[in-house]
């Protein structure tokens, strides 16, 4: 179906022809985290052995591990902060604000007036950051933010080389030609942090240079910020944007679905609900790989509810098992009601179910809220409580 027919059609109409495309896999779509980290680890060995070349022009006695080590492990620091200050101010000045930073396991939630800081042990690997327009305004364009941290990598060059030529070549055995070397290599150690970010390829968080190449029409980039206000809003818990597109073939304008599903669902629309979901599974593709399980735990927690288990049960044991572990450890309020009918119908784990329980209560049972989709969802997870304890009366819950 050519586009130019597309807007003759009622919204049903085109959402048939939808799920009825094959969405169209590009490089862009394959994750090539595991390939690249072995490309910065062999970078990061080959600046090692590098350096202890350069140990002739240090003084006599002067301790090379020190010397190794102090620019790589300030190196790494200093760039990451340097470069993330630069998309920092540059989404600033784009008209963006930030809403959280995961590091080592610490969420720093900054969505609300205050901060909030929570920990979470199987995300002790997670490095990220997350931008919002400021205001909720879609029209405006993220393409700056993503070239900041490219900005403040040149600033940070200049200096590194300014220090190198100043110091390194002209006084060999001084500690001039150490703050000279090591400004050198701590640079090329940080650098590795750049290489993450210019390569164009997809890995486990959307790098800066993928997000460029994913952002070039105004459609990508209206999806890129309706996206990233619903993760505001899901961490504010207040309601999501909807918006919908002529396709959904790319990696944003696919991440909308999702929450334009949760909203028909909440509006007892079942048949736009159903529409969305087969939406996504369409385009899975394009997802996240941390989202593209969402379509099916939506599916199992629809057939428990109706009383159709088996069938709940094969799918489950059909996803991968880094998808059964994401449906059984929600991020997202919509993850508790489905993770809940799963420890209770398939694992039967008291424990995890109690353990899940204290998690939701501490972070959603005491808000107080007019919010459309909190009172929904609190609502279809008490729902999904009652049907467990009647269901399940062995697990003697309360």
Request: charged fraction near 25%; aromatic fraction near 14%.
């Amino acid at each position: 179906m050519e586009n130019n027919e597309m807007p003759n059609k009622t919204n049903e109409e085109k959402r048939t022809v939808l799920t009825e495309t094959k969405a169209k896999k590009t490089f862009l779509d394959t994750n090539a985290s595991w390939p690249l980290m072995i490309i910065y680890l062999g970078y990061l060995i080959g600046m090692f052995y590098t350096q202890r070349i350069t140990t002739e022009y240090l003084p006599a006695g002067y301790n090379t591990y020190l010397f190794t080590f102090m620019p790589l492990i300030f190196g790494i620091l200093i760039t990451f902060l340097v470069y993330n200050l630069g998309k920092i101010i540059s989404a600033n000045i784009a008209g963006y604000k930030l809403i959280y930073i995961k590091f080592l396991g610490f969420l720093f939630n900054m969505s609300g007036k205050e901060t909030k800081v929570t920990f979470r042990i199987e995300n002790i690997l997670d490095v990220a950051m997350q931008f919002t327009p400021k205001d909720d305004d879609v029209k405006k364009n993220p393409r700056l933010i993503f070239v900041g941290g490219f900005i403040a990598e040149i600033v940070l060059l200049a200096i590194s080389l300014t220090l190198f030529f100043l110091f390194g070549f002209k006084n060999t055995g001084t500690v001039k030609a150490v703050i000279g070397w090591a400004s050198l290599f701590a640079f090329a150690y940080g650098f590795v942090i750049s290489i993450y970010e210019i390569l164009p390829l997809r890995q486990d968080y959307p790098t800066d240079m993928f997000n460029l190449m994913v952002t070039k029409t105004k459609e990508d980039q209206l999806a890129f910020n309706v996206v990233h206000i619903n993760k505001n809003r899901e961490l504010n818990n207040t309601d999501f944007l909807t918006q919908e597109f002529e396709d959904y073939d790319s990696f944003y304008r696919s991440q909308v679905l999702y929450d334009n599903y949760l909203n028909a669902f909440y509006d007892d629309d079942n048949q736009n609900a159903k529409k969305f979901l087969a939406l996504m599974q369409t385009y899975a593709i394009h997802l996240p790989e941390e989202e593209r399980y969402l379509y099916v735990a939506e599916a199992i927690y629809t057939l428990f509810i109706n009383n159709q288990a088996a069938v709940a049960d094969k799918k489950y044991l059909n996803l991968t098992s880094d998808d059964k572990k994401a449906a059984v450890r929600p991020t997202r309020l919509s993850g508790y009601r489905t993770a809940l009918l799963i420890y209770g119908n398939i694992s039967s784990d008291k424990d995890r179910i109690n353990e899940l329980l204290k998690d939701y209560h501490e972070n959603y049972d005491t808000l107080k809220t007019s919010s459309k989709r909190i009172i929904k969802e609190k609502e279809l997870f008490a729902e999904a409580y009652a049907k467990l304890k009647k269901d399940k009366p062995g697990l003697n819950l309360k």
